[in-house]
């Protein structure tokens, strides 16, 4: 640990002892954390890990009394020498302003929309009068400053909507550090970023939290932030810490089989054809809890031993400076099943492709606020080819607004086509009539990332399910109610679960009702994008594996949609890499991932975050300076140039080919592509 000598003679700055948080929900006490112990030191990293509903946010709201009324908290959370637990509203108010830093999940719910960001990052400060306000705006400038905003003397004056993803993420981190804190929580703070702003923004938390140094709180489900950058790592499952210990020991000897499970079930770059090992089930809700050890029922050691049923483990020393609650912590798991994917082969390239996508521009006018005349364009898609074979898949890959959606949206006619042609197994798609276009989609479908929303509430599932064969009158004929059950036995939901609504379902289960209902009509093409993005890494490995089985039992094709690198790597036969609505790299999974020639491939694949702690040592990475430009105004010649580190004149003033690369199958649109020289590149340290 990297202040193991500080840390024995300085106290913590945060010490939390027997914290337990119940809710009153219908008249009963839900136990949503159950008793946890945890310390925290100046300039020291602690994550707190598990899936949704361990208990990871309450217990952060809990250390800064953001729980509402309907909370009883119990046991001591001590913040330097002040007791939060019990604290007045003043005090607390005036403890978030001075000491806590807290950094949300999604900036646009952080930020107010309708006030200015320099307003919003010192009003804090203002109001507790330790910033005059005739010097709130200069100190606004000098905090996006710190947090690497280009323009901060124009940027402090927008609003929110005027700000990308990452910046606004940026500036709620400027905003939690205005008032040097002595601890900084993190809840989930790169969940909805790309993996290059996600590298970005975790390179300046680490800048700013060491130079003051803080003690830092991150919350999250992604191992591979976890790895590069945590010094400390506690494991939530059902309300209570189940191991905790420095980052290295976790990953490398982890004791509980819950983080064991966890580790094994995360899909890697560095994997090869071998199916995912998920957990089975589901996490418990706080309201049903198992009795004795929460983890039983889906342990890989302890499943049916009457100990684990009956008697809660305690959380105990394992190793040196390593704590797991349970009872057969020396037993080991058994062996992963490793074998390959059974995936039915693609098409050979002499047959026609099922799906063609060629010169495809989909362009969005912009319309003045008054005369509502076209006064430019958005190129949200600017020339695409790509093509889907028989079994087939292909996934597209990029940053947020680069055009992968509104491809997946213009194939299954919900977007129209300004220019180029979509044919679907021959047949052009693009000036089909409305029943024309109904009848075509029965042969595609797709699947969305979020798997409530795309549910009618009011229905049960078995009426989600079915919807699609009313819509085309077929119900009757493709076997109705027998039909539904039989796709509730593929997807794995039991058929007793067919009359329940979606509200009464885990995510994992709504997207497997998802999955069911664009199964129904027999498509012959799935278009899935970022099927498992709001999932937990063990329901995600198993919602992959289903993906994988269904296309082997009934020959899919799949276009994949996704920025989780690790994921691409599992599941696709080919990639294309989207940047500003074109294709920069496309080519097999094998050669991109392992030869990527094009550097804004080189700069993704070297921000994906590694789950091994000893790869923030093994070398740097390239991050990616300043903000995707706007598909309104997209640069001249080449338009990844104002972002490249391989840059030259030429960039600036020539767009590149999209042609095949020597020795390679791969095509690429680059003036300078080639294997990555780490010398001539950019980079910058992501840990500290």
Request: net charge neutral; charged share 25%.
């Amino acid at each position: 640990m990297k202040l193991a000598e500080e840390t024995a003679t300085t106290g913590p700055v945060l010490s939390v002892r027997g914290l337990k948080v119940e809710f009153s929900v219908s008249d009963r006490r839900v136990p949503v954390v159950r008793g946890i112990d945890f310390d925290v030191y100046p300039n020291e990293v602690l994550c707190i890990v598990g899936e949704s509903g361990s208990g990871k946010s309450v217990t952060s709201l809990a250390v800064t009394g953001l729980l509402p009324e309907t909370a009883q908290i119990e046991g001591s959370i001590r913040l330097g020498g002040m007791e939060v637990n019990g604290a007045d509203r003043d005090v607390l108010r005036r403890m978030r302003g001075e000491d806590v830093g807290f950094v949300f999940q999604d900036p646009g719910t952080t930020l107010n929309p309708v006030l200015k960001v320099g307003r919003q990052i010192t009003e804090g400060q203002v109001a507790l009068s330790r910033l005059r306000r005739a010097d709130a705006e200069a100190r606004a400038v000098e905090l996006l400053r710190d947090v690497d905003i280009a323009d901060p003397e124009q940027r402090v004056r927008q609003y929110p909507h005027q700000f990308s993803g990452g910046m606004r993420q940026r500036a709620v981190i400027a905003m939690a550090i205005a008032g040097q804190p002595k601890l900084i929580i993190a809840d989930e703070p790169t969940t909805a970023l790309d993996v290059t702003v996600q590298a970005q923004v975790l390179t300046v938390l680490a800048r700013r939290q060491a130079e003051m140094r803080a003690a830092v709180v991150l919350i999250t489900h992604d191992l591979g932030v976890v790895a590069q950058v945590a010094d400390r790592v506690a494991v939530m499952y059902g309300g209570r810490i189940v191991e905790t210990g420095p980052v290295d020991a976790i990953f490398r000897s982890p004791r509980h089989p819950y983080t064991r499970a966890l580790l094994r079930s995360i899909p890697r770059m560095d994997a090869g054809e071998a199916r995912l090992d998920p957990i089975p089930g589901q996490p418990p809700m706080p309201y049903a809890l198992p009795p004795g050890c929460a983890f039983e029922p889906r342990c890989a050691v302890g499943s049916g031993r009457p100990r684990c049923r009956t008697e809660d483990p305690t959380l105990s020393a394992v190793a040196a400076l390593q704590q797991a609650a349970c009872h057969y912590v020396d037993e080991a798991l058994p062996p992963a099943k490793v074998h390959a994917m059974a995936k039915p082969k693609p098409t050979e390239t002499t047959a026609p492709p099922l799906l063609e996508v060629e010169g495809l521009k989909v362009h969005f006018p912009i319309k003045s606020s008054v005369l509502r005349r076209t006064t430019g364009w958005v190129r949200a898609v600017d020339g695409v080819n790509i093509s889907v074979r028989a079994g087939e898949t292909l996934s597209l890959v990029g940053e947020s607004g680069c055009g992968k959606t509104t491809i997946g949206r213009t194939v299954m006619g919900l977007v129209p086509a300004s220019a180029g042609d979509i044919r679907f197994d021959g047949q052009s798609m693009v000036r089909l009539g409305r029943g024309e276009m109904r009848a075509a989609r029965r042969r595609m479908q797709y699947i969305f990332q979020d798997p409530y929303s795309s549910l009618n509430p009011v229905l049960p599932a078995e009426d989600i399910v079915s919807e699609p064969l009313r819509i085309h009158g077929l119900y009757e004929e493709m076997g109705g109610a027998r039909r539904v059950a039989e796709l509730f036995d593929m997807v794995g939901l039991s058929r007793g679960m067919l009359g329940r609504y979606p509200s009464e379902f885990s995510g994992g289960q709504r997207q497997r009702i998802g999955i069911a209902r664009a199964l129904i009509l027999e498509p012959r093409l799935l278009i899935l994008d970022e099927p498992v993005a709001a999932l937990d890494v063990s329901i995600q490995a198993q919602i992959l594996n289903l993906l994988q089985d269904l296309q082997a039992e009934l020959g899919l094709s799949y276009l994949f949609i996704a920025h989780n690198l690790s994921v691409v790597r599992h599941i696709s036969d080919r990639v294309a890499v989207m940047y500003l609505g074109r294709i920069v790299e496309q080519g097999t999974r094998d050669e991109l991932y392992d030869n990527p020639v094009h550097p804004y491939t080189q700069s993704l694949l070297s921000a994906a975050p590694d789950p091994d702690p000893a790869a923030r040592h093994a070398g740097r990475r390239i991050v990616l300076e300043g903000e995707i430009p706007s598909p309104a105004a997209p640069p001249d010649g080449c338009v990844f140039h104002p972002r490249c580190f391989r840059a030259s004149g030429r960039c600036s003033v020539e767009a590149p080919a999209f042609q095949p690369y020597s020795g390679l199958s791969t095509w690429t649109a680059c003036h300078h592509a080639g294997p990555l020289d780490r010398k001539s590149a950019t980079l910058a340290e992501v840990s500290r």
